[in-house]
């Protein structure tokens, strides 16, 4: 059992300071945990997927994507395909520093599957698009957003370069809008023009991961088995996955029911699974739902229905879905902690996910304890700070201190004259009207005195413009900016302290 499988975490934080990256765990143990989860997902001949062991699918399923070395271990990480902040670019450069440290390979997987977000190019004070596509704001994955014209192009590059003449730095997001316009032609969707920008230039620092879109994944073999797997088993399946959600809110003190995320969803004759049906041809979305026929899990699609068998073997359970699904034109995709569990079960010796991600997959290692008898593989964690350059030697305004002098101020305009009125407040019965009385002759007190104050009108004038000062801080402060409005040095200088963390 690994540390991680005690199902015992650390309270993450985001480090505050400029330039600071969180690791977890010890780099050192970091190293070990990808090599005993390598030893142990490659021996893990007594999990069963439709038949076939989750070392052979594991197999397959890296075999697929391009990796078919069994000893070399394979450190991944994902997310949306979106304009990453620092925090979420930073683990790239952790599976990179890594896979050179375990003379592995890494991989992101760009989703292009979730709601599309993040797209739009922020700095202070502004922001734009990134593309055109009247559809950005309604689709239902991002996917089905198209790449910009080459007019919008042409004028985000020039915005940037109009709004960063005010700036102490050249940003380096010019280079990526450079390589998308030569990717334009080419480009199906924006996640795959964004997608292959983005690992360009991160190649041109000498990251040395591969980017992959998720997309082509769910329609692999290994995946659709797995798919199979679930949707055969979907009572079983939905009770685990409610059950593992019930113990983390109990272990985190969540009171709410839909945190982290929902239940799914089970009545006596159908069960929702945690995958998404897409419908290719219009753009439409929907919970797959199954409905339960005499025992046997069915997905109905239209006026056809396929029926999971769970004692069916693997290549024909995995072939049969397949054949249903193009038929109708349809795809299963996994909602976010299930996507997750699959690529850390059948694809990666190491899984890197920001703060947020760890959380949810708390989760996931329960479920994969409680509904697959799999002893979770370790997972790390990895973010990183970077404000706005020009923010660095800034200091910030505190709105709170300002906010609290006042409050004092107030209550203080009375001197000890409060302090009397107070006691004969206190001297007086409960709901009495002397009570009541007095209680307002305080507050009418306090509010002649606060109009004649010049103290207090300074303050205020004082508390207008540190409210302002803070609105302007938290856009400097922002740890969510694009990472590719940092100047190339400062994208360096991280990498270099992550190499050194790992060294």
């Known amino acids: 059992m690994t540390a991680q499988a005690s199902l015992s975490y650390p309270d993450w934080k985001a480090p505050a300071d400029d330039g600071a990256i969180l690791i977890w765990p010890h780099p050192e143990a970091l190293v070990e945990q990808t090599r005993a989860n390598r030893v142990a997902l490659s021996n893990a001949s007594t999990v069963f997927i439709q038949g076939e062991s989750l070392a052979a ?43 050179q440290k375990v003379d592995g390979a890494a991989y992101h997987v760009a989703v292009d599957t979730d709601e599309p977000k993040h797209l739009d190019i922020r700095w202070p004070g502004g922001s734009i698009p990134l593309t055109d596509d009247a559809h950005l704001r309604s689709s239902s994955w991002s996917g089905l957003v198209s790449p910009p014209t080459p007019q919008h192009l042409a004028f985000v590059k020039s915005r ?6 005010a700036w102490t730095f050249s940003p380096s997001v010019q280079t990526v809008l450079d390589s998308m316009q030569t990717l334009l032609l080419e480009a199906e969707n924006l ?4 997608t292959n920008a983005l690992h360009q230039f991160d190649w041109g620092l000498g990251l040395r991961h591969h980017a992959l879109l998720a997309s082509p994944i ?35 003190g969540i009171k709410s029911g839909g945190r982290p995320m929902p239940d799914l969803r089970r009545l006596a004759d159908m069960c929702e699974s945690p995958f998404w049906l897409d419908y290719l041809s219009t753009g439409r979305r929907e919970r797959a739902t199954l409905i339960d026929d005499a025992g046997i899990w069915m997905l109905q699609v239209s006026d056809d229905a396929f029926r999971f068998d769970a004692k069916a073997p693997q290549h024909d359970a995995a072939t049969a879905l397949t054949s249903f699904l193009r038929r109708h034109n349809v795809r299963l995709s996994p909602r976010a902690l299930t996507l997750t ?72 305009l009375l001197g000890s004259h409060k302090a009397e009125l107070l006691q004969q407040i206190a001297a007086q019965p ?18 002649a005195a606060a109009r004649s104050s010049s103290l207090l009108r300074d303050w205020q004038a004082r508390r207008e413009q540190s409210e302002l000062e803070a609105r302007v801080d938290a856009q400097y402060f ?4 694009f990472y590719m409005i940092q100047p190339r040095a400062r994208l360096e200088l991280l990498i270099a302290r992550y190499a050194a963390s790992l060294s």
């Open 57 to 99: 699918l594991r197999q397959l399923m890296r075999a697929w994507i391009g990796h078919h070395d069994p000893d070399r271990p394979l450190i991944m990480t994902g997310h949306q395909a979106e304009l990453h902040h620092p925090g979420v670019w930073a683990k790239n450069v952790l599976i990179d520093r890594l896979a």
């Open 218 to 252: 769910f329609g692999s073999e290994p995946y659709l088995t797995f798919v199979h797997h679930v949707m055969a088993n979907a009572g079983d399946f939905a009770a685990d996955y409610n059950a593992s959600l019930a113990d983390y809110r109990t272990h985190a």
């Open 341 to 412: 569990m699959f690529l850390r079960m059948f694809v990666a010796d190491q899984f890197v996910h920001g703060i947020g991600g760890a959380q949810y997959d708390q989760v996931t290692d329960r479920l994969m304890l409680r509904h697959f008898q799999l002893s979770p593989p370790s997972f790390s964690v990895t973010t990183a700070t970077l404000y706005f350059p020009d923010a660095v030697g800034r200091s910030r305004a505190c709105f709170p201190c300002v906010r609290n002098e006042g409050h004092h101020l107030r209550h203080n």
């Open 191 to 194: 996640p795959g023009a964004l």
């Open 478 to 481: 922002d740890r969510e900016l």
């Open 430 to 447: 409960r709901r009495s009207f002397q009570r009541y009385e007095l209680f307002s002759q305080m507050h009418n007190e306090l509010e």
């Open 160 to 165: 940037i370069s109009e709004v960063s003449r």
